[in-house]
């Protein structure tokens, strides 16, 4: 579509391909003026992620994996009625669609490299407890009452 805010980029050089979003339009339920009834405001994005070309294959199993519970059969869904204006509206859909993918397709984190606790540090904690320890052990002799 012609006047939209440039290619909405997921990650690097990926952006959306506007070929493969559908649009959809319905009555808002949010905000709205003497237009309310009449103008479709709200807007609904469609992505098909099982059958896009868009995404290197890497990406596109890891965000079919992540996002499984959102998908209906491959195709993930993003709606924006927060404005009153449809053009904001497709604004929002489309960059929540950019940053949801963005996110799904992340690599996932290093792994962790556990760290060691330092000898003092471990010194110290075992002398308090037995401080502790011989505190409370003096506390139960007979003469305490």
Known sequence: ???????????????????ELVWRFSR????GGQHVNTTDSAVELRFDLANTEALPEVWK????????GRLVDGVVSVRASEHRSQ???????AVR??????????PPPGPRRPTRIPRGINERRLREKKQRS???RGRSGRDWT
């Open 97 to 106: 669609l950019a940053a949801l993918l963005a996110e799904a397709t992340a």
């Open 1 to 19: 579509m012609e006047g939209m805010s440039g290619p909405h980029v997921i990650r690097g050089s990926v952006a959306l391909p506007e070929a």
């Open 61 to 68: 199993q890891r965000a079919l994996q992540r996002l499984a």
């Open 28 to 31: 808002s339920s949010g905000p």
């Open 134 to 136: 011989e505190t409370k």
């Open 87 to 93: 053009w904001r509206n497709r604004e929002a859909a």
